[in-house]
């Protein structure tokens, strides 16, 4: 009786874990469905974010988001981040098998790995998951990059990436960014300014726009060589 009754509650938890799973996943699909028209109001990371600095209490903190559409974002600043973090972003289909490669290589030679995480991948994890390397989120960020691909067109994916990625504590969107930053509006973000927002990206609590490091105005200016190399704004400006 006893083996029965464990049993019993065995497949019961068993049931609950699958529809729990399945109702997660319809969720998220029709998230993903969703968001393709409907600029999200919040993301995983902000959220995350805001938790983290209630208790820590950092001084000076202020959190700002600000929305932007994409015919309001100066196509520097998407050209630069597609530089700096993408630049198969075009072309791929949400993953950059060539960078894996490189990334997996360099590892075996014992050299510094960079992240060879795309655009999309970014966007996946930023608006439904948190940080860190555990197989678990990379199986769940996989598979969101998938749905986002299919489910939106690149523009849409780079106006999302371009709102929701954070350019310094607390300073979330590129909008944001460019109004503490810069004092203006991200539509009259020029090159090289772009190419400083798009070089704190990898590190934006350590790496600061308003007081670069040396580290990060090299960086800026080889983001800026890259965006030449790309040919200019026309390489993200006919996005579909």
Known sequence: MAKKRHKGVFARLLRGLVVAVAAWAAITIATVVAFRWIDPPTTAFMLQGRVAELFARTPGYRFSHEWRDWDRISKHAALAVVAAEDQRFPAHRGFDFKQIDKALKDRERGRRVRGASTITQQVAKNLFLWPGQSWLRKGL???????????????????????????GRGTWGVQVA??????????????????????????PKRFRADAPSNYVRRRQAWIQRQMASLGGTAYVATLD
């Open 178 to 203: 460019s109004r503490r930053f810069f004092h203006k509006d991200a539509a009259r973000l020029t090159p090289a300014e772009a190419a400083l927002l798009a070089a704190v990206l990898p590190a």
């Open 141 to 167: 960020e996989a598979g969101i990059t998938v749905l986002i691909e299919i489910a939106w067109p690149k523009q849409r994916i780079l106006e999302v990436y371009l709102n929701v990625a954070e350019f």
